[in-house]
Protein backbone atom coordinates (compact mmCIF):
# COMPACT_ATOMS: atom_id res chain seq x y z
CA UNK A 1 0.00 0.00 0.00
CA UNK A 2 1.30 3.73 -1.27
CA UNK A 3 2.16 6.25 1.39
CA UNK A 4 -0.39 8.15 0.46
CA UNK A 5 -3.63 5.54 0.32
CA UNK A 6 -2.22 5.25 3.98
CA UNK A 7 -2.52 8.75 4.67
CA UNK A 8 -6.00 8.64 3.20
CA UNK A 9 -7.05 6.29 5.41
CA UNK A 10 -6.34 7.45 8.54
CA UNK A 11 -8.03 10.80 7.52
CA UNK A 12 -11.24 8.88 7.24
CA UNK A 13 -13.51 7.78 10.25
CA UNK A 14 -12.76 3.59 10.65
CA UNK A 15 -15.39 1.62 9.25
CA UNK A 16 -18.02 -0.71 11.21
CA UNK A 17 -17.42 -3.77 9.69
CA UNK A 18 -19.19 -5.94 11.99
CA UNK A 19 -22.52 -3.57 10.90
CA UNK A 20 -22.32 -4.40 7.27
CA UNK A 21 -24.97 -5.93 5.82
CA UNK A 22 -24.87 -9.98 5.19
CA UNK A 23 -26.71 -11.21 2.48
CA UNK A 24 -26.95 -15.33 3.10
CA UNK A 25 -30.04 -14.69 5.43
CA UNK A 26 -28.82 -16.84 8.45
CA UNK A 27 -29.35 -15.48 11.95
CA UNK A 28 -26.90 -17.19 14.09
CA UNK A 29 -28.49 -18.33 17.86
CA UNK A 30 -24.93 -17.82 19.76
CA UNK A 31 -21.70 -15.41 18.81
CA UNK A 32 -19.61 -14.00 21.43
CA UNK A 33 -16.52 -14.45 23.93
CA UNK A 34 -15.41 -17.50 25.45
CA UNK A 35 -12.43 -18.47 27.69
CA UNK A 36 -12.38 -14.95 29.26
CA UNK A 37 -10.73 -15.24 32.14
CA UNK A 38 -12.56 -13.19 35.00
CA UNK A 39 -12.66 -12.21 38.85
CA UNK A 40 -15.87 -13.08 40.32
CA UNK A 41 -17.56 -13.57 43.58
CA UNK A 42 -19.97 -16.55 45.22
CA UNK A 43 -21.42 -16.68 48.16
CA UNK A 44 -20.13 -19.10 51.15
CA UNK A 45 -22.19 -20.57 53.48
CA UNK A 46 -19.53 -20.24 55.95
CA UNK A 47 -17.51 -17.13 55.15
CA UNK A 48 -20.36 -15.10 53.85
CA UNK A 49 -18.56 -14.67 50.15
CA UNK A 50 -15.39 -16.07 48.16
CA UNK A 51 -13.42 -14.92 45.53
CA UNK A 52 -12.65 -16.62 42.88
CA UNK A 53 -11.44 -16.85 39.05
CA UNK A 54 -14.46 -18.12 35.96
CA UNK A 55 -13.65 -19.41 32.48
CA UNK A 56 -16.52 -17.08 30.93
CA UNK A 57 -18.73 -17.49 28.11
CA UNK A 58 -20.69 -14.63 26.83
CA UNK A 59 -22.83 -15.14 24.01
CA UNK A 60 -26.11 -13.27 22.18
CA UNK A 61 -27.86 -14.27 19.19
CA UNK A 62 -27.48 -12.00 16.06
CA UNK A 63 -29.54 -11.16 13.20
CA UNK A 64 -29.24 -12.77 9.70
CA UNK A 65 -28.62 -8.97 8.21
CA UNK A 66 -25.62 -8.12 10.31
CA UNK A 67 -22.01 -8.76 9.28
CA UNK A 68 -20.98 -9.44 13.17
CA UNK A 69 -21.24 -8.25 16.98
CA UNK A 70 -19.44 -6.38 18.66
CA UNK A 71 -17.03 -8.13 20.65
CA UNK A 72 -15.12 -5.28 22.35
CA UNK A 73 -18.78 -4.95 24.17
CA UNK A 74 -19.06 -7.85 26.05
CA UNK A 75 -15.96 -7.28 27.82
CA UNK A 76 -16.68 -3.90 28.39
CA UNK A 77 -19.83 -5.31 30.50
CA UNK A 78 -17.58 -7.70 32.14
CA UNK A 79 -15.26 -4.46 33.21
CA UNK A 80 -18.20 -2.50 33.77
CA UNK A 81 -19.96 -4.74 36.66
CA UNK A 82 -16.11 -5.78 37.96
CA UNK A 83 -15.61 -6.18 41.75
CA UNK A 84 -19.39 -7.03 41.91
CA UNK A 85 -19.93 -10.33 39.16
CA UNK A 86 -21.91 -12.34 41.21
CA UNK A 87 -25.23 -14.80 41.04
CA UNK A 88 -27.58 -11.65 42.16
CA UNK A 89 -26.09 -9.87 39.11
CA UNK A 90 -26.13 -11.91 36.01
CA UNK A 91 -29.85 -11.31 35.00
CA UNK A 92 -28.81 -7.29 35.00
CA UNK A 93 -25.65 -8.35 32.85
CA UNK A 94 -27.67 -10.38 30.49
CA UNK A 95 -29.97 -7.50 29.89
CA UNK A 96 -26.91 -5.24 29.67
CA UNK A 97 -25.74 -7.86 27.10
CA UNK A 98 -29.05 -8.09 25.36
CA UNK A 99 -29.21 -3.88 25.59
CA UNK A 100 -25.54 -3.09 24.24
CA UNK A 101 -25.72 -5.55 21.42
CA UNK A 102 -29.41 -5.00 20.13
CA UNK A 103 -29.91 -8.88 20.59
CA UNK A 104 -32.90 -11.01 22.07
CA UNK A 105 -30.78 -13.64 23.61
CA UNK A 106 -28.06 -13.53 25.83
CA UNK A 107 -25.78 -16.45 27.34
CA UNK A 108 -23.94 -16.05 30.35
CA UNK A 109 -21.33 -19.09 31.07
CA UNK A 110 -19.46 -19.28 34.00
CA UNK A 111 -16.86 -22.40 35.17
CA UNK A 112 -14.99 -21.34 38.29
CA UNK A 113 -13.06 -23.44 41.29
CA UNK A 114 -14.89 -23.09 44.23
CA UNK A 115 -13.44 -24.11 47.65
CA UNK A 116 -15.18 -26.14 50.66
CA UNK A 117 -13.64 -26.71 54.24
CA UNK A 118 -13.49 -30.82 55.04
CA UNK A 119 -13.15 -32.19 58.08
CA UNK A 120 -11.47 -36.01 57.73
CA UNK A 121 -13.62 -38.36 59.32
CA UNK A 122 -12.22 -39.85 61.94
CA UNK A 123 -9.18 -37.59 63.19
CA UNK A 124 -11.12 -34.34 61.96
CA UNK A 125 -8.10 -33.13 60.57
CA UNK A 126 -9.57 -30.17 58.60
CA UNK A 127 -8.80 -28.76 54.94
CA UNK A 128 -9.81 -26.94 51.65
CA UNK A 129 -11.17 -29.29 48.93
CA UNK A 130 -11.55 -27.88 45.44
CA UNK A 131 -14.76 -28.46 43.42
CA UNK A 132 -15.45 -27.12 40.02
CA UNK A 133 -19.03 -25.02 39.31
CA UNK A 134 -20.48 -23.98 36.86
CA UNK A 135 -23.38 -20.85 36.77
CA UNK A 136 -25.23 -21.18 32.97
CA UNK A 137 -27.74 -18.53 32.74
CA UNK A 138 -29.52 -17.64 29.66
CA UNK A 139 -31.96 -14.30 29.54
CA UNK A 140 -34.52 -13.95 26.50
CA UNK A 141 -37.96 -13.14 27.37
CA UNK A 142 -37.97 -14.99 30.51
CA UNK A 143 -34.62 -15.25 33.15
CA UNK A 144 -33.21 -19.04 33.14
CA UNK A 145 -30.17 -20.35 35.50
CA UNK A 146 -28.75 -23.41 36.24
CA UNK A 147 -26.17 -24.24 38.75
CA UNK A 148 -23.66 -26.97 38.41
CA UNK A 149 -21.25 -29.45 40.49
CA UNK A 150 -18.17 -32.13 39.40
CA UNK A 151 -18.43 -33.99 42.68
CA UNK A 152 -15.13 -36.28 42.75
CA UNK A 153 -16.16 -39.34 44.80
CA UNK A 154 -14.67 -42.72 45.25
CA UNK A 155 -16.87 -46.21 43.76
CA UNK A 156 -16.10 -49.64 43.95
CA UNK A 157 -17.35 -52.10 41.98
CA UNK A 158 -20.09 -54.55 43.88
CA UNK A 159 -19.17 -56.87 40.42
CA UNK A 160 -16.11 -57.32 41.57
CA UNK A 161 -16.76 -57.28 45.51
CA UNK A 162 -18.54 -60.14 44.79
CA UNK A 163 -16.40 -62.19 42.31
CA UNK A 164 -12.83 -61.69 43.55
CA UNK A 165 -11.35 -63.42 46.59
CA UNK A 166 -9.59 -60.12 47.83
CA UNK A 167 -10.64 -56.76 47.30
CA UNK A 168 -12.59 -54.91 44.64
CA UNK A 169 -11.36 -52.63 41.90
CA UNK A 170 -12.10 -48.61 43.10
CA UNK A 171 -11.13 -45.87 41.32
CA UNK A 172 -12.22 -41.75 41.78
CA UNK A 173 -15.28 -41.08 39.65
CA UNK A 174 -16.81 -37.28 38.70
CA UNK A 175 -20.81 -36.79 39.83
CA UNK A 176 -22.14 -34.06 37.55
CA UNK A 177 -24.91 -32.26 38.96
CA UNK A 178 -26.72 -29.80 37.07
CA UNK A 179 -30.36 -28.31 39.14
CA UNK A 180 -32.75 -25.60 38.41
CA UNK A 181 -34.35 -24.47 41.66
CA UNK A 182 -37.18 -22.67 43.15
CA UNK A 183 -35.16 -21.48 45.78
CA UNK A 184 -31.41 -20.48 46.47
CA UNK A 185 -29.23 -23.71 47.29
CA UNK A 186 -26.01 -23.31 48.67
CA UNK A 187 -23.51 -24.78 46.83
CA UNK A 188 -22.43 -26.82 49.87
CA UNK A 189 -25.54 -28.28 50.39
CA UNK A 190 -25.48 -30.28 46.79
CA UNK A 191 -22.04 -31.09 47.49
CA UNK A 192 -23.15 -32.98 50.58
CA UNK A 193 -25.99 -34.43 49.15
CA UNK A 194 -23.67 -36.32 45.82
CA UNK A 195 -21.22 -37.41 48.10
CA UNK A 196 -23.64 -39.74 49.84
CA UNK A 197 -24.00 -41.64 46.61
CA UNK A 198 -20.84 -42.96 45.63
CA UNK A 199 -18.98 -45.60 47.76
CA UNK A 200 -17.07 -42.69 49.66
CA UNK A 201 -16.60 -38.98 49.82
CA UNK A 202 -13.15 -38.21 49.06
CA UNK A 203 -10.74 -35.45 50.45
CA UNK A 204 -7.78 -34.04 50.67
CA UNK A 205 -6.02 -34.84 53.58
CA UNK A 206 -6.75 -37.64 55.23
CA UNK A 207 -4.55 -39.10 58.10
CA UNK A 208 -3.85 -42.94 58.84
CA UNK A 209 -6.95 -43.69 60.47
CA UNK A 210 -9.33 -41.42 58.03
CA UNK A 211 -7.86 -43.98 54.89
CA UNK A 212 -8.54 -46.97 56.88
CA UNK A 213 -12.03 -45.65 57.48
CA UNK A 214 -12.76 -44.45 54.14
CA UNK A 215 -10.97 -47.91 52.53
CA UNK A 216 -13.64 -49.65 54.38
CA UNK A 217 -16.62 -47.48 54.08
CA UNK A 218 -15.95 -47.96 50.41
CA UNK A 219 -15.96 -51.89 50.64
CA UNK A 220 -18.91 -51.44 52.73
CA UNK A 221 -20.47 -49.42 49.94
CA UNK A 222 -20.21 -51.06 46.43
CA UNK A 223 -21.57 -48.76 43.55
CA UNK A 224 -21.86 -48.98 39.92
CA UNK A 225 -22.49 -45.74 37.61
CA UNK A 226 -26.40 -46.91 37.57
CA UNK A 227 -26.41 -47.24 41.50
CA UNK A 228 -24.95 -43.21 41.81
CA UNK A 229 -27.41 -41.99 39.18
CA UNK A 230 -30.11 -43.97 41.31
CA UNK A 231 -29.05 -42.51 44.71
CA UNK A 232 -28.54 -39.18 43.65
CA UNK A 233 -31.90 -39.34 41.54
CA UNK A 234 -34.01 -40.33 45.30
CA UNK A 235 -32.42 -37.51 46.86
CA UNK A 236 -32.62 -34.93 44.05
CA UNK A 237 -36.56 -35.94 43.82
CA UNK A 238 -37.41 -35.42 47.48
CA UNK A 239 -35.93 -31.94 47.02
CA UNK A 240 -38.45 -29.79 46.33
CA UNK A 241 -36.67 -26.57 46.25
CA UNK A 242 -35.34 -28.75 42.73
CA UNK A 243 -37.48 -28.07 39.83
CA UNK A 244 -34.95 -29.76 37.23
CA UNK A 245 -31.91 -31.77 37.18
CA UNK A 246 -29.78 -34.06 35.22
CA UNK A 247 -27.41 -36.10 36.72
CA UNK A 248 -24.57 -37.96 35.46
CA UNK A 249 -21.41 -40.56 36.65
CA UNK A 250 -18.46 -41.05 35.37
CA UNK A 251 -16.37 -44.07 36.49
CA UNK A 252 -12.05 -43.58 35.19
CA UNK A 253 -12.10 -47.21 35.65
CA UNK A 254 -9.11 -48.93 37.57
CA UNK A 255 -9.09 -51.95 35.41
CA UNK A 256 -10.10 -50.43 31.98
CA UNK A 257 -9.07 -47.95 29.76
CA UNK A 258 -12.58 -46.66 29.08
CA UNK A 259 -14.94 -45.05 31.50
CA UNK A 260 -18.39 -46.00 32.56
CA UNK A 261 -21.03 -43.68 32.46
CA UNK A 262 -24.29 -43.14 33.30
CA UNK A 263 -26.87 -40.48 33.44
CA UNK A 264 -30.55 -39.46 34.60
CA UNK A 265 -32.40 -35.76 33.75
CA UNK A 266 -35.96 -35.13 35.40
CA UNK A 267 -37.95 -31.72 34.79
CA UNK A 268 -40.49 -31.57 37.97
CA UNK A 269 -42.43 -28.45 36.40
N1 LIG B 1 -17.53 -9.73 15.09
C1 LIG B 1 -16.29 -10.21 15.19
N2 LIG B 1 -15.31 -9.41 15.69
C2 LIG B 1 -14.05 -9.93 15.83
C3 LIG B 1 -13.79 -11.29 15.48
N3 LIG B 1 -12.50 -11.53 15.74
C4 LIG B 1 -11.98 -10.39 16.23
N4 LIG B 1 -12.90 -9.40 16.27
C5 LIG B 1 -12.61 -8.05 16.73
O1 LIG B 1 -13.37 -7.49 17.77
C6 LIG B 1 -12.96 -6.11 17.82
C7 LIG B 1 -13.96 -5.22 18.44
O2 LIG B 1 -15.05 -5.01 17.62
P1 LIG B 1 -16.20 -3.97 18.05
O3 LIG B 1 -16.79 -4.35 19.34
O4 LIG B 1 -17.16 -3.83 16.91
O5 LIG B 1 -15.34 -2.65 18.26
P2 LIG B 1 -15.74 -1.14 18.15
O6 LIG B 1 -16.41 -0.92 16.84
O7 LIG B 1 -14.52 -0.37 18.48
O8 LIG B 1 -16.76 -0.97 19.32
P3 LIG B 1 -18.20 -0.28 19.27
O9 LIG B 1 -17.98 1.15 18.96
O10 LIG B 1 -18.76 -0.52 20.64
O11 LIG B 1 -19.00 -0.98 18.20
C8 LIG B 1 -12.59 -5.74 16.42
O12 LIG B 1 -11.24 -5.38 16.44
C9 LIG B 1 -12.80 -7.02 15.63
O13 LIG B 1 -11.89 -7.21 14.63
C10 LIG B 1 -14.83 -12.09 14.92
O14 LIG B 1 -14.66 -13.28 14.58
N5 LIG B 1 -16.06 -11.50 14.81
Not at 48 to 58: D, E, H, L, S
Not at 244 to 253: G, P, Q, R, T, V
Amino acid sequence: MSKVTDQNKEAQPLTDVQLTRDTRNIPISKVGVKDVSYPIVVMDKNKKFQNTIARINMYVDLPHHFKGTHMSRFVEILNKYREEIALDKLELILATMKEKLGASNAHLEMEFPYFVEKKAPVSKAKSLMEYTCTFSASLSDTFDFVLGIKVPVTSLCPCSKELSSYGAHNQRSIMTVQVRYSEFIWIEDLIEVIEECGSSPVYSLLKREDEKFVTERAYENPRFVEDMVREATVRLLSMENITWFSIEAENFESIHKHSAYAAIERDKR
